[in-house]
């Protein structure tokens, strides 16, 4: 992924970049065979879902909803606060496995666990000055990430030890240098909070006719931690999976207590591509990947140098949007409802938390801090 500090951002609308930026890189990788889209795996997938009159489906449907825990929230700027850190801290996936061996959970429920504890602790969570003043152990206590790993005896010094560094200490520092980013970038614009900065984008946009697409582009213009953008065979890939899930969490999450935030257009969202979706898509015949790639994926190598995530991950976008253009072109609904992006992704998501599915090997990137 690119640099923070030199940022490549669409000219034009966002949502359509991400869509004709992901065809375009899934284009070259179709052709030089390392990922192809299997319709056949399409219309399997589709059966699937349609299974036992959606059985399966409608267990998940409609569940993306960061406010569904056993919470208490005085304000609304606290469920503002606490719904935008569910979006900003959506990442780490690429120390799942070292994060079930030391803490027993994997990335999201790392985050989701550190979140309310923040937030029965009664931190003023979500504001510039205590994100900004976080520290390295402050992040360890709150996230249950350990710092330090196991001692060793130190040469030619008998009975003397030193304590390693444990290696989930690169995620913690990328959880603070994120939190410290986003401080920074919310001074610097003017706002004292996550809260107050997502109530200017509700308020200056609610005559916009596809507001979904203005506070997209809002987000990621102000806050950098969202730019999720990479450079591969000298051309521009947009992906934004963070600021598209805060979008839609701000909508799932409010629109029918507050009208206000009744986002139109959220209907247009790609999937969250991360780690899981391309997983299960290439495990359910979806995409299909060379041997190159399924050996990567096998041997757990960090894609950060090659892009490979960023390939599996736009055709992965690609894949879902033509599995919902197929449901419409059956007229397959749920409820009378189109079927959308984002119900397909929050399917395929919750599925890989399933037995039958949590055991697969996932793609990774330590060095990301996007997915």
Avoid at 6 to 30: G, H, M, W
Avoid at 118 to 125: A, E, T
Avoid at 189 to 217: C, D, H, P, W
Avoid at 235 to 251: G, M, N, P, R, T
Wanted: hydrophobic share 40%; aromatic share 10%.
């Amino acid at each position: 992924m690119i640099s923070l500090e030199d940022p490549i951002l669409p000219k034009d609308d966002y949502i359509e970049a991400i869509r004709r930026s992901c065809k375009e890189l899934y284009n070259e990788t179709e052709k030089d065979g390392s990922i192809e889209i299997n319709d056949e795996g399409i219309n399997r997938f589709i059966k699937m879902i349609k299974n036992n009159n959606f059985e399966s489906f409608k267990k998940y449907y409609d569940t993306n909803n960061p406010l569904k825990v056993p919470l208490k929230f005085d304000t609304l700027e606290e469920e503002l606060n606490f719904v935008a850190l569910n979006a900003l801290l959506a990442f780490g996936s690429g120390w799942r496995d070292e994060l079930h061996d030391a803490c027993k959970r994997g990335a999201a429920n790392t985050i989701k666990f550190g979140i309310i504890s923040m937030h029965i602790s009664k931190m003023n969570y979500g504001t510039i000055n205590h994100m900004a003043n976080l520290t390295i152990s402050d992040i360890s206590s709150i996230f249950q990430i350990p710092l330090l790993g196991e001692e060793e005896t130190k040469e030619n010094m008998p009975g003397v030890t030193v304590s390693t560094k444990h290696c989930l200490r690169e995620f913690a520092e990328k959880l603070q240098y994120v939190f410290h980013k986003t401080a920074l970038d919310l001074k610097k614009g003017g706002y004292k909070s996550l809260a107050q900065f997502i109530m200017y984008l509700i308020n200056s946009t609610k005559n916009e006719v596809n507001r979904a697409e203005v506070i997209l582009k809002g987000i990621i213009n102000v806050l950098t931690v969202f730019q999720d953008s990479a450079i591969v065979n000298g051309k521009e890939v947009f992906i934004f999976k963070k600021a598209q899930l805060f979008v839609y969490s701000l909508h799932k999450a409010f629109h029918k207590k507050y009208p206000l935030f009744n986002i139109k257009g959220v209907e247009n969202l790609t999937i969250f591509a991360d780690n899981v979706i391309p997983t299960l898509l290439n495990h359910l015949g979806v995409l299909k990947l060379s041997p190159l790639i399924l050996k990567s994926i096998e041997q757990k190598e960090n894609m950060s140098k090659t892009n490979m995530d960023v390939k599996l991950r736009a055709a992965s976008i690609i894949a879902c949007e033509r599995i919902v253009n197929k449901l419409k072109e059956q007229n397959i609904k749920y409820m009378d409802n189109e079927i959308l992006e984002t119900d397909i992704d929050t399917y395929i998501w919750n599925l890989g938390k399933e037995d039958n599915y949590r055991g697969l090997t996932r793609i990774i990137n330590k060095d990301t801090i996007y997915y």
